[in-house]
């Protein structure tokens, strides 16, 4: 099996470990659960490709390259602050060099999101940006081609950016913030009662609970203020939006584009900028990040 890359999705749950073709078609799949802390992150993902590239008939040397996609900041492989993987400072592309005996690039997870969502839905554009909508919220940035990081690798952590200073506090008390309104996190966290999930949240809101109603329309409002952050601040040809929260289907963009085009009828500028038409939703599911960690090792241009 020749020309094929590999990619590592290491969730706070699972991991997610993928081969795919020069067309981004995975040929082989295997997951397993995460383990916590710096070693068992390092051990529960050489054991997931070990048991890929079995499966597969190939092995790591075969492959032209190796991604590993991670939550928390990563700067040159090391990781800071993956919170739920008990992991506060990890040279994860060292210890996985040593573990195949070949280079690892490594990424935050999301921004490994963004590559796979750009290969697979734009790969034409210059300039993306992947809005993740899962446990929390965040977004990777594509510019000029090229990955955009920032100074200290937190570039799209646009979860922290509140939007209305009344609004509800996160567990770190920031008011109002992204995170909060359009995250599945941030919907139970509102609602208040444990063992609840978003779905079925989104399910009261549409049999006419007031209280739930006014966490779907957070919800909306949180998205496209989202969707306005990253095209004010980046300007980029699209958004793709991606993540758990795209299973509420149909009813999350139409809420969303309701109140983009509610903005964009007051004001002329941001008519202009065509929110709208610049918003996509990831349709069907791939693993996006585990394609996207694979692919972490192309160039292109």
Known sequence: MSGVRIGVDIGGTKIDAVVVDENAEVLGRHRIAVRKGHQGVVDAAVEAVATLTAEAGISVTDALSIGVGIPGTVTDGVVHHAQNLDVHELDLASALREAWGRDVFVENDVTAAAVG?????????????????????????????????????????????????????????????????????????????????????????????????????????????????????????????????????????????AVLDDWSSKSAFLNSLKLTERTRMLEGYRPVAAIGAALLGVDNG
């Open 117 to 257: 969502a750009w290969q697979i839905v734009a790969p034409e554009r210059r300039s993306v940006a992947y809005l993740n909508l899962g446990t929390g919220l965040a977004a990777g940035i594509i510019l000029d081609g090229k990955l955009w990081r920032g100074a200290y690798g937190a570039a799209g952590e646009i979860g922290y950016i509140s939007v209305d200073p009344r609004g509800p506090e996160d567990p770190e008390g920031n008011p109002g913030g992204l995170e909060t309104y359009a995250s599945g996190s941030g919907i139970v966290l509102q609602w208040g009662a444990d063992g609840s999930d978003a779905r079925a949240i989104m399910a009261a809101a549409a049999k006419g609970d007031p209280a739930a109603e006014a966490i779907r329309d957070r919800l909306y409002f949180g998205v496209a203020s989202a969707i306005r952050v990253l095209v004010l601040a980046y300007d980029v040809e699209e958004v793709i939006i991606g993540g758990g929260l795209t299973g509420l289907g149909d009813s999350l963009l139409d809420g969303t584009t």
